[in-house]
């Protein structure tokens, strides 16, 4: 019914940049908040950045000034531009979906829906 699908990692150099993508499809009602979670490995999932509906954002202290958030509200889709890349941001990059979408029988759904995740690495 519905999907997500994040893409744009790969390997970097410190300094460098990256831009994720995230995309969602499907019996799309609305799109509500969108964020990014990294994990790396032998650590706990964090939140990188969220952004709203209406584009209010929200950055983990350790990547502000760094990347930005935004989102293409007609193409449901949201971006993280990643500028002076560090490698201590190498992690698999996850993007969620607060979405509302219709069922088969055309009720209006909702849940949270995650991408299969992007990996990112930084390394000289």
């Known amino acids: 019914q519905v999907q997500v699908v994040d893409s744009g990692g790969g390997l970097v150099q410190p300094g460098g940049s990256l831009r994720l993508s995230c995309a969602a499809s499907?019996?799309?009602?609305?799109?509500?908040?969108m964020g990014w979670y990294r994990q790396a490995p032998g650590k706990e999932r964090e939140l990188v950045a969220s952004?709203?509906?209406?584009?209010?954002?929200n950055y983990a202290d350790s990547v502000k000034g760094r990347f930005t958030i935004s989102r293409d509200n007609a193409k449901n889709t949201m971006y993280l531009q990643m500028n002076n890349l560090k490698p201590e941001d190498t992690a698999t990059y996850y993007c969620?979906?607060?979405?509302?979408?219709?069922?088969?029988?055309?009720?209006?759904?909702?849940?949270?829906?995650w991408g299969q995740g992007t990996q990112v690495t930084v390394s000289s």
């Open positions: 499907g019996n799309i009602f609305s799109v509500n908040t």
């Open positions: 952004i709203t509906s209406s584009s209010s954002t």
């Open positions: 969620k979906a607060d979405l509302r979408y219709y069922s088969s029988s055309g009720y209006v759904l909702a849940g949270d829906y």
